[in-house]
């Protein structure tokens, strides 16, 4: 009786180890390869952060796959070379989210990279500084403008603005720390493994997904953001009128909410300050939404509110829809029902679009005689 129970036992136990290297071995020959902070020995590219305005930021020198690509984090904590030392050189800096970091794409072909291709074709001696940073909103933009990018003195900021920017899409603390806490646990060499980095990957999914509705709830977001909240007068008929034609759809839906739209003034009010104080000028550039069902684009509406915002700040603004519309939204996204991250031909019309718009309103600036 013992030696059957035995041999069964081991008969499942060699049977349960030849699935699960089966599906490891079919994961490997599949082609399965998350990013290399799934496995042990390797950096994280994000760290949390000492300033709570910001939450977490880029990991200074962290060298990462991503995507397929090899994604390197300078010194100064943000993707791209080291900044020049050169007192006249021009500076542009980009704020943005995963859009300008430039997710699944290789640095030289993000559009502040080929920015600055196109300024120093022009014999401009211009350094476009990247700081995005994969799911800020403006508010953390903007801080990390004022913490760590004032000191480069810039000509110009651009804010790329991604329609979800109104809303939470950011990752949260717990999990940067739970990815911490994986590379420094005993068992780290478990990660070496696909299948482990397929279950944890997808687990890691579902509680980022938890996470982002919970803290998008209206209440949640109302309690959690309520001193970063400008009023919305009743009497702002035109912006109350567009509010209410926010189409039903993620990332517009959330421009019918005064909270949303408030929080959003406060951060441009926030960086209109700093405009003012550091004598330099903003443009807003409004990146859309990669969807045009029968041909209509169903999201100007945010846009426009985007647009009044903007103006009542101060800013200037380039909206890409029409560019966009023009090259057809269905050839510049990376991948099939990929709404949000422009590929390289997208990138391309953000590139050519600020080259025009800095040709056209910053003089270069003078040599010294």
């Known amino acids: 009786m013992r030696r059957q129970y035995l041999k069964k036992t081991g008969l499942s136990v060699a049977s349960l180890l030849i699935t699960l290297i089966a599906l490891e071995i079919a994961l490997r020959l599949y082609g399965y390869n998350p990013p290399t902070y799934w496995r042990r ?29 090899d994604v390197k984090i300078n010194s100064q904590g943000f993707r791209g070379p080291e900044p020049s030392s050169d007192p006249a050189t021009e500076r542009v800096i980009v704020l943005g989210d995963s859009i300008t970091f430039g997710n699944s794409l290789a640095l030289e072909d993000t559009f502040p990279f080929q920015l600055q291709q196109r300024l120093v074709s022009q014999r401009r001696n211009v350094e476009v500084l990247n700081f995005g940073v994969g799911g800020y909103d403006t508010l953390q933009e903007v801080a990390l403008l004022e913490i760590r990018g004032l000191k480069y003195h810039p000509n110009l900021v651009v804010v790329a603005y991604c329609l979800n920017d109104v809303g939470i899409a950011s990752m949260s603390l717990e999990h940067i720390q739970r990815m911490q806490q994986m590379q420094n ?4 060499f478990l990660y070496e493994s696909r299948l482990v980095q397929l279950i944890s990957e997808s687990v890691e999914t579902i509680r980022t ?65 700093l405009s003012q104080e550091n004598d330099f000028p903003v443009v807003i550039m409004i990146i859309p939404l990669l969807q045009n069902k029968g041909g209509a684009y169903s999201h100007r509406v945010a846009h426009r509110i985007v647009e009044m915002e903007a103006r009542r700040a101060g800013f200037d603004t380039i909206d890409l829809t029409d560019e966009f519309l023009r090259a057809g939204m269905e050839n510049l996204t990376l991948s099939p029902g990929e709404i949000i991250h422009p590929n390289k031909t997208g990138h391309t019309i953000m590139a050519d679009s600020l080259s025009a718009f800095i040709t056209d309103h910053l003089a270069p600036r003078r040599k010294p005689e």
């Open 209 to 273: 997904k938890n996470w982002e509705k919970h803290v998008n709830d209206p209440e949640v977001f109302r309690r959690e953001y309520a001193k970063q909240i400008d009023p919305i007068g009743d009497d702002e008929s035109e912006l109350l009128d567009l509010m209410k034609q926010s189409p039903k759809w993620p990332s517009s839906t959330w421009y019918g909410e005064r909270d949303r739209v408030g929080r959003l003034r406060f951060g441009f009010r926030r960086l209109a300050r």
């Open 185 to 188: 646990s005993h068992f780290s």
């Open 41 to 69: 020995g390797t950096e994280f590219a994000s760290r949390p952060s000492p300033y709570p305005d910001l939450k977490y930021e880029l990991t200074p020198g962290a060298a990462v796959k991503a995507w397929g690509i």
